[in-house]
């Protein structure tokens, strides 16, 4: 078997069903579907069974532990040559994994990550959240392109990797931005990973701006944890969110004494209008991801530099293990 495909899940049937049926559409269906259902209070497992031959799905219940664990239980089980690893809340195009065995055969890697992209029929919520976190003129570039602003790393809603990695660099940490650790320690260990730009998938994300905000202050926490766990893995680029935020401020501030200061500001949302206009073809959509970008770049400034100040500056560790409880799959 080629390819084992694990997905940890919490409470999300629907999604699960969505994602299922994708795979079960599949043009090259050499894979087996590994559901690792963590403690649900509503499980997935007559969806699973109903797509048990269509998409070759092992079903595993688990008390509750979180992503990293649920994933490291998946792995343990797994049988192919090749991990996949998606969300509960991705759909995958029909050629997927045509495409990946296509790469695969052309060698010269043992580690990919693909991007994500918006389906037709999200909510218009969910496309402007897509844009804002994959448009350059946000933080797309920080999180990896091909020619991106950081070499790349690949994330969890669409990455593989081979056996031989998972046996040599090891399995998910329970940390935040779990993904990023584990694609810095495979980087470390001496295998090459790269992006395949055809290899994406559909990602929902997340579905309320309250959820949007709190994933945001996660991932700027997680770039401090990253820091303090791989020193030197803090580049100047992952400081553009903060300046631009710490920036604004100050414009909108100066504004005060002159009132064509907030002139940069009006230029860079202007800008980031046309482009959504230009990618989603929808008005609605472009204005709602003026929301989402300020969202996205002030929400991971905020958690960053809180983290920052307490946790490098004066050298204050949480409770790690209640933070991380508090915020399992959220």
Partial sequence: ???SII??????????EELLESLSKQTDKDFETIIVEDGSVEDSEDIAKRYAESANVRYFMKKNEGRSAARNYGMERAEGEW????????????TYFEIVKR?????GFDCFGGPDAAADNFTTLQKAISYSMTSFLTTGGIRGRKKGMEKFLPRTFNMGFTQ????KAGDFRDVFG????????????????????????????????KSFCRQMLVFGR???????LHPGSMKLVHLLPTVFMLGSI??????????????????????????????????????????TATIQLWGYSIGFLRSYIKEVIFKIRPDKDKEMKRLKFK
């Fill in 178 to 209: 779990e993904d990023i650790d584990l694609s810095l320690r495979i980087r470390k260990a001496g295998f090459t990973t790269v992006l395949l730009p055809d290899a994406f998938v559909y990602h929902k994300r997340r579905n309320t701006i």
């Fill in 250 to 291: 100050f414009l909108i501030i100066s504004t005060l004494f002159c009132k064509w200061a907030i002139t940069p500001l009006v230029i860079y949302y202007l800008a980031l209008f046309t482009e959504a206009l230009f990618k989603t073809r929808s008005v609605k959509v472009s204005l709602l991801a003026l929301v």
């Fill in 103 to 107: 790469e695969i055969a052309k060698g």
């Fill in 164 to 167: 031989e990695v998972y046996k």
């Fill in 83 to 94: 991990f996949i690893f998606f969300d509960s809340d991705c759909v995958i195009p029909p």
């Fill in 222 to 228: 997680s770039r401090v944890e990253l820091h303090l």
């Fill in 1 to 3: 078997m080629k390819f």
């Fill in 7 to 16: 997905v940890p899940v919490y409470n999300r049937r629907a999604e699960v």
